[in-house]
């Protein structure tokens, strides 16, 4: 019997998967919860135990026990059936020439007890000058590479380790013209870094002096990839479910700059913080701590509030879309290794309460660049602002939180926000009348679909219509204008089945039948009243059409009069005159008939 097979006798796929995802029973062999590969409120996720296989309603995801740890932890199938294997008790056997990175982790765990062994000297006293305990430099398996070009060389040959493994695992260095090996980490304190799952991917290297440069890491191997590495996470993601947000014993991540900044916040019990190794936070690390059930980061960098708020100006827009992310940092410029050496552990807890949330300094930031005191302002933070309140997902609470602050601070409407910016057509530039249409003191687009509501009813309305209104509503426009001529609800329909505005127009014909009323003799009745109210009723929602139109124009002008001449400021007060004249005359003949 082959591994793969082996290990499907040994291990039952609810097993597995159970260790990931809470299980309940959903039928005879099934079982269902909530999907680990992307956010759910009700489970659409089931294992069928029989056939061994999962399935995702929702997301679609589906496989295996062995396509489903690759995509959780992010493996390839080798080392998704080896970490199944190792589970199962079975023994898998590698292929002649097969290169793993098993190997990788077992030559990182060999020099990791060299590092161990050599700790005792100048290693040791600086970690305990930097106040660390035992413990904490036992938890961490912090070491030191001696000095010397062939220390860690030396004891590889003695232990049957090649030269080749060494170079494959970053751990020597080759001259290119002499072809000479030699170690690669020597006179630096180490700090071994383990991914999430806890294997031993690299190191990072310090010096104690002043040489250059100050730190280095492992070059990039089949096991070290610092864009998808954070270092503390093996330990930090034990309690990330456990506390809450905020708290100093876990949590929501606190993102940190090193690793003395990580282990010391550890030691202070500050159990969230993690590092990244000289990079930025990337979309591997997004897609990584969503699927660990991180919901929130605050990002504590030794900076000031200008370097901050550069942070999170900078922030790649997938990461906010998944987290909750706030900025901040340990007053008087200290990092927060150095704010819990000196005792100010008081200090690190009060700059994690405070900070800049990521979503109102977006917000915040567009209205000071641009203003908001005119449409063009506005317009420039809408577009400034829609690449992180463009996803609709109710589960994306910091989009909503973000629209919400839009409509707040422009006086939108949320319902012409969500419409804008669901449209398949959204163009690049909004005009001032679309601006003045989404405006929470407007309610052209209700008047508009209440229109389009009793031209469903009578479609001989149509022909009321002079054809010259402009229409904010871009589905009502075009259901208006391919609508001319037909001669009944069915016809109008027809015109668009299959199609977007199908849905509307069916939404629209139920309301504007009376439910009360479907019964053959009250549904005779109710006709017999159409053509009564009918033709009243859409001259008045023509005539508020109108009055909402001169009321557009009248707040256009007044938010452009304050940055007018003096001799401009004299026509526009005149053209004001004149439209609340009209307005007042469109009010009249609304009252008259």
């Known amino acids: 019997m082959g591994s793969k097979e082996e290990v499907r006798e040994r291990i039952n796929i609810s097993d597995v998967i159970g260790e990931y995802v809470q299980l309940s029973p959903a039928g005879r062999g099934r079982l269902k919860g909530l999907c680990p590969f992307h956010k759910e409120k009700s489970p659409s996720f089931q294992v069928d135990v029989e056939q061994g296989y999962f399935y995702c309603f929702g997301c679609k995801a589906g496989g295996d026990m062995f396509s489903f740890v690759q995509r959780q932890e992010n493996l390839s199938f080798g080392d998704a059936l080896r970490k199944l294997a190792d589970k199962a008790g079975v023994t898998v056997e590698t292929r002649y020439g097969e290169k793993t990175s098993r190997d990788l982790y077992d030559v990182n765990a060999f ?27 036992e938890r961490f398996e912090l070491g030191y590479a001696p000095d010397g070009w062939d220390g860690l060389l030396k004891r590889a040959k003695a232990r049957g380790v090649n030269e080749r493994q060494l170079l494959d695992a970053g751990l020597m260095s080759e001259n290119v013209e002499s072809g000479r090996i030699y170690d690669r980490f020597r006179g630096r304190v180490m700090f071994p870094i383990r991914d999430h799952l806890g294997r031993l991917s690299g ?40 506390t809450p947000s905020g708290s100093s014993n ?45 919901a929130g980061l605050s990002l504590m960098f030794d900076r000031d509030e200008a370097g901050l708020k550069a942070t999170l100006s900078g922030l790649d827009q997938v990461l906010g879309a998944k987290f909750r992310v706030r900025a901040t940092s340990v007053p008087n410029g200290k990092d927060p290794a150095d704010a819990i050496m000196s005792g100010d552990i008081e ?22 660049s641009f203003g908001t005191d005119t449409q063009d302002g506005k317009r420039k933070v809408l577009m400034a602002l829609l690449p992180r309140m463009q996803n609709l997902d109710p589960l994306d609470e910091g989009a909503e939180q973000m629209r919400a602050h839009a409509c707040e601070l422009l006086g939108i409407r949320p319902a012409a926000l969500l419409d804008w910016i669901s449209s398949k057509a959204k163009r690049k530039t909004l005009s001032d009348t679309q601006m003045v249409g989404m405006s929470a003191s ?104 109108n009055i909402d139109s001169l009321r557009g124009e009248v707040d256009l002008l007044k938010s452009q009069i304050g940055t007018a001449q003096a001799a401009e400021q004299m026509v526009m ?4 005159s004149e439209l609340q004249r009209a307005i007042e005359a469109e009010k009249r003949s609304r009252r008259n008939n």
Do not use: C
């Open 111 to 137: 020099a990791l007890a060299y590092f161990r062994e050599n700790l005792s000297g100048p290693g040791l006293d600086y970690f305990r000058r930097r106040g660390l305990s035992d413990e904490t430099i």
């Open 203 to 242: 190191f990072g290297g310090r010096v104690l002096g002043d040489e250059k440069p100050k730190y280095l890491n492992t070059p990039e191997t089949d096991a070290f990839r610092k864009g998808e590495l954070l270092y503390g996470l093996n330990l930090a993601r034990e309690r990330l479910k456990d």
């Open 573 to 576: 007060l005149r053209q004001i």
């Open 442 to 545: 407007r309610g052209e687009e209700d008047h508009e679909l209440a229109l389009l509501r009793q031209i469903l009813v009578n479609p001989g309305l149509l022909a009321k219509l002079d054809g010259q209104t402009p229409w904010r509503n871009q589905m009502v426009g075009k259901v208006m204008l391919a609508a001319q001529g037909a001669s009944s609800p069915e016809a109008i329909l027809e015109l668009f089945r299959g199609q977007p505005e199908e849905q509307l127009l069916i939404r629209l014909l139920f309301e504007g039948r009376d439910p009360g009323t479907l019964s053959r003799a009250g549904n005779e009745a109710y006709e017999q009243k159409v053509q009564s109210y009918a033709a009243a009723a859409t001259d008045d929602i023509v005539v508020g059409l």
């Open 347 to 368: 200090a690190v807890r009060r700059a994690l309460a405070g900070g800049i949330d990521e979503i109102q300094y977006r917000v915040r930031a567009a209205a000071e």
């Open 250 to 294: 876990g949590g929501d991540l606190i993102v940190v700059e090193g690793y003395m900044d990580v282990i010391a916040m550890q030691q202070a019990g500050f159990t969230g913080a993690v590092a990244t190794l000289g990079t930025a936070l990337t979309a591997e690390h997004a897609t990584l701590l969503s699927r660990l059930g991180v």
